[in-house]
Nanobody, 123 residues
Framework: VQLQASGGGLVQAGGSLRLSCAASGRIFSRYGMGWFRQVPGKEREFVTA????????QYADSVKGRFTISRDNAKNTVYLQMNSLKPEDTAVYYC?????????????????WGQGTQVTVSS
């Protein structure tokens, strides 16, 4: 599986962005998908995850109520809608896929990673 993240950019605090992660392969619908973020010098941080059929999602406390994960299995794509962005949301955002369909918080449970897209929120 190859993952291609896009949609990052520069936005003012309070603004919105939607990230997309397009996956290759015919079995995208079987994967659990997650979004993580990382800033230089810090560990990769869990943001949100969704299971294979969208029946379960998980969110980091820092993004609850502001970010929404969704997926379209027909388009092999997972989305991250980010609203009310804050400067502390600035990071490189990565999408990841887990073969066993679940929505994991632990980044070590993911098998495939995209290249990352930069999100910068100015104050």
């Amino acid at each position: 599986v190859q993952l291609q993240a896009s949609g990052g950019g520069l936005v003012q605090a309070g603004g919105s962005l939607r990230l997309s992660c397009a996956a290759s392969g015919r079995i995208f619908s079987r994967y659990g998908m997650g979004w993580f973020r990382q800033v230089p010098g810090k560990e990769r941080e869990f943001v949100t995850a969704i299971n294979w059929n969208s029946s379960r999602t998980q969110y980091a406390d820092s993004v609850k109520g502001r970010f929404t994960i969704s997926r379209d299995n027909a388009k092999n794509t997972v989305y991250l809608q980010m609203n009310s962005l804050k400067p502390e949301d600035t990071a490189v955002y990565y999408c990841a896929a887990a073969r066993d369909q679940l929505a994991y918080v632990d980044y070590t449970r993911y098998d495939y990673w995209g290249q990352g897209t930069q999100v910068t929120v100015s104050s």
